[in-house]
């Protein structure tokens, strides 16, 4: 679609599933019940790990982290999606689209970012565990945290603005729900440490320190292995119609599904997690925090 330069500088037109009107009411009671599924779940996580001190660790600050960007991830993008599956109205201004772009790649350069430093925290735990309280010490969590958010929201600053300043050409149509990018690099870093943490791992003799130790990691490969396989599988594709339509789906199981199960991951298989949360659910821990 072709427009004069003023209006393609007033806003974008999102397709969806546009072209598939019968699939936006289904899709529209999915997606609220995945988003408050994903408020609920990560908010819980929040807070028993700000507030009950047994989940005082450096694991557990970090779990903190994540399930606040997949709080901001979801409310990013998924309230607009709502609004244009239920409204006749599928554009989103150039301002909102800029501000989409930004916080939307500010965060996914961050969680990319974390979960690198998640990965060195079980590589802490793992092959160091006698200097593992030094390693990871409250104020270096803190210290790699915030490089960690600094320098996400620093990422997206760069390349929101390269992606901005390049000429549309008139084009507004954007057959997508949201604008995405990625960034790659804390990957190899990921993919490194485990090779570390499972070369230690098979130096261990007991099969149930073995089990023990690879226990311990789990919940975060598996974390890894969702987010990172869903947003490459958005773009190592063939360019072509099926392509771009697996491309939406996948990019609704990134920015939905992934930041809606990852507090459930974490919560199934930990115990720690899961007594926290029977905790929280007596009055006795509320009157404690107080």
């Known amino acids: 679609m072709w427009i004069n330069n003023q209006s393609s500088q007033d806003d974008f037109i999102l397709l969806g599933f546009l072209d ?63 609004v244009n599956l239920r409204g006749k109205d599928k554009t989103i201004s150039y301002g909102g689209c800029v501000a989409q772009l930004y916080i939307f790649l500010a965060l996914g350069s961050t969680e990319c970012i974390l979960l690198a430093i998640m990965a060195f925290d079980r590589y802490a735990a793992v092959c160091k565990p006698l200097h593992y309280p030094i390693i990871m010490s409250q104020r270096r969590c803190i210290h790699m945290a915030t490089g960690t958010w600094i320098s996400g929201f620093a990422n997206s600053l760069v390349q929101s603005t390269l992606t901005v ?90 920015g939905i599904i992934t930041p809606t199960l990852n507090p459930f991951i974490y919560t199934l298989r930990n115990k720690d997690v899961k007594a926290a949360l029977r905790r929280a659910l007596t009055k006795e821990f509320w009157i404690k925090t107080r």
């Open 20 to 82: 598939r009107p019968w699939l936006e009411t289904p899709l529209f009671v999915i997606f609220l019940v995945a988003y408050i599924f994903a408020v609920f779940g990560n908010t819980s996580i929040i807070l028993v790990s700000c507030l009950d001190p047994q989940l005082d660790s450096p694991m557990y600050f970090f779990v903190s982290n994540l399930s606040l960007l997949d709080l901001c991830y979801t409310t990013c993008t998924v309230p607009q999606m709502l």
């Open 165 to 254: 300043v390049v000429p549309r050409c008139g084009h507004r149509v954007i057959d997508h729900f949201f604008w995405a990018l990625l960034l790659l690099v804390p990957l190899t870093l990921i993919l490194g440490t485990y090779v570390l943490i499972a070369r230690e791992v098979m130096r261990i003799h007991s099969a149930e320190s073995r089990w023990k130790s690879f226990n311990t990691c789990a919940s975060h490969l598996l974390v890894v292995s969702l987010f990172y396989f869903t947003a490459i599988s958005m773009y190592v594709q063939p360019p072509s119609s099926y392509s771009h339509d697996r491309g939406k789906i996948m990019a609704l199981f990134y």
